[in-house]
């Protein structure tokens, strides 16, 4: 439906995105995951033809959507990552102009409005100016503003950031309610793994400006068959214990968190027996000691060797 | 068109106290600088060789019954020095029967104060009634004589101070309010409006015609200020005057379109336009004559300045009633000036290039 093809953009001396294809099909639920500066937003502006690419193309509908951009803007709801809404302005007045953008006037637009209220649940609220809402408020209103003309993609740019977990897991149920019973097709751009998780039929994984993996969940964690993510859980913290465990050969990641270390190795039989081992010579009492299925966070500390949110 | 339109004024409605404050202080500075160019004097040095003291007092008296002039007494090695330090650029030799001019550079007073003196000393002589021969007369009249029409001049410089302020005024304005331009891409409600289907044509038409009234307000109250408070007289071929003014109000939109579209931040502009609306004021000669500029290099700059051809075609219907064929290559300029800088702001204001 929606397709990049060789997509990459230059700034001054700076390669923001390098080279990047991506597909949406009609009525999926796509992830763009990638840590902060990955040209996750480059990516999704020159997507919505808002943003000249240095090369490659964008294609929409077999059609050329740069050359002709009119068609796939009708068709497309874009949420910005940046509140995009004039803050001295109601959130009424702020969707009664973007419909009007839109073509929609009179009753219809009226009552498109109340709907699109509903569904982000901000109807009590609508005459309030923008600027006195809560960011989790401003949030949802700036969803609502891309829904008015019942785009048939969806283009959301961490629609989630910076807000309190209730207003998130509104959003994300909003999300997958457009999805599913709206038939919208979705891109969803984060860097939270849970919500792509939870949200997407299919993830494209982006770092340095290029997408470095990209399938379905489970394809994307055959990608780490040959390791194997254990969690090992301690009563306290012991340096040395980590050293060790960092030195052996056949573990490529150790990951401290608060109770305790992940581990990323190789997949042998007497791995488990190993980091017995090594908790007992550097006297460390296990609390838990468990093989887990990797989750995409691990599935991008083995493509990158590095954190997402680092 | 409309919907942007009224969004813009529906905005400004909102958050009026900004756009008052400099429309009020536009009027303000606009009333007391008219008020301060009629009533103003202009300050003459003057010395004497052969004038008793008591003579040269009584003489000056009686020159600054002008309300024009301020006539001050001096001597020939102050006034030389102070000419010779470009500190002045004339002064006056008043004598019994005559006057001279002692020039460093020229002014657009000099001719004048040589018309008012002239004048005087005639009156003078006649009212002495000393019997007057052709080859006296002449002493009375410097000796270079030109034929200006100064009352002319005069006319012509206070027009063009008048008008060059209330442009210059009128282009801060407009400016200043299209940095909501830059503020609305920063928070990207911009690229919102950009990502519609409504056509980027229709999007700023209706822009356009926001700046372009408010600009348009300003210039109306301030000439109808200048005229009920001031008695300034624009004349009365309004169809050119009105064409002139939007012509001008049209190029100077267009120039805030491209400023806004070449900067990055609104602080970039707001940093910008004083510097381009100034520059340009200087060059376009809104402070000054243009004569007054020399260097070629600043003269060809000039020919890209709006606010140059607002003031030659506003002043030439004003001052000389100019006809519509006398004034095409002003109007052409500002046309030109208007495709310029509209086709440079809406190709990088419509989509960004990075
Ligand atoms: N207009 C611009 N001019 C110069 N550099 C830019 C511009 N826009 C983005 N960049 C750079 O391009 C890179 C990618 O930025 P982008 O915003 O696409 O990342 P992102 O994946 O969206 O990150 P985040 O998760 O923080 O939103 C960054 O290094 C950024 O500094
Ligand atoms: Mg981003």
Partial sequence: ???????????????????????????????????????????????????????????????????????????????????????????????????????????????????????????????????????????????????????????????????????????????????????????????????????????????????????????LQNLMQEEETVWVETLEKNQAFKQALEADQTITQVIESDQGYKVIAEKREDLLGDLFDYAKVHHVKLTALAIQTPTLEDVFLHLTGRKLRD | MWTVFMMQWKRLLKQPFVVLTFFGLTLLFVTFLGQSQTTGKVGVQTYTDDLSNPAYTMLIDELNDSDQFEFRQSDRTTVEERIKNNQLSFAVELNEASFSFLVGQSSFSQPLVREYLTEVYQEKRWLDANDLTESDLNNYIPLETTSVDTAGDSIQYQTQVVVGMTLYFVMYTVLFQMMSIAEQKTDGTWERMMLSPVSKMKIFSGLFLHYFLIGFIQVGLSFVIFTQWIGFSFGNHYGLLLLSISLFLTAIVALGLMLVSLVKTPQQLQAVIPIVATASAMLGGAFWPLEFVTQPVLLIFSRIIPIRYGIETLSDVIVRGASMSELVSGYGFLIALTVLFGAIGVFFLERKQG
């Fill in chain 1, 1 to 219: 439906m929606l397709e990049v093809q060789g997509l990459s953009k230059s700034f001054k001396d700076l390669q923001a995105v390098k080279d990047v294809s991506l597909t949406l099909k009609e009525g999926e639920s796509v992830g763009l995951l990638g840590p902060n500066g990955a040209g996750k937003s480059t990516t999704i502006q020159m997507m919505s033809t808002g943003l000249t690419p240095t090369s490659g193309q964008v294609i929409y509908n077999d059609k050329d959507a740069l050359k002709n951009p009119k068609q796939l803007r009708r068709d497309l709801g874009v949420v910005p990552q940046d509140i995009a809404l004039y803050e001295e302005l109601s959130a009424y007045e702020n969707l009664l102009f973007f419909g009007r953008l839109y073509g929609l006037k009179g009753k219809a637009l009226k009552t498109k409005i109340e709907e699109v209220l509903a569904l982000v649940g901000l109807s009590d609220r609508k005459k309030d100016r923008v600027k006195n809402y809560s960011g989790g408020m401003k949030r949802r209103i700036n969803i609502a503003a891309s829904l008015l003309h019942n785009p048939k993609v969806l283009i959301m740019d961490e629609p989630t950031v910076g807000i309190d977990p209730q207003s998130r897991s509104y959003i994300l149920d909003l999300i997958k309610q457009l999805n599913k019973e709206n038939h919208m097709t979705v891109l969803y751009t984060s860097h939270y793994m849970e919500e792509v998780e939870k949200l997407c039929d299919r993830i494209y994984i982006m770092d340095h400006g290029e997408v470095i993996a990209s399938g379905t969940k489970s394809d």
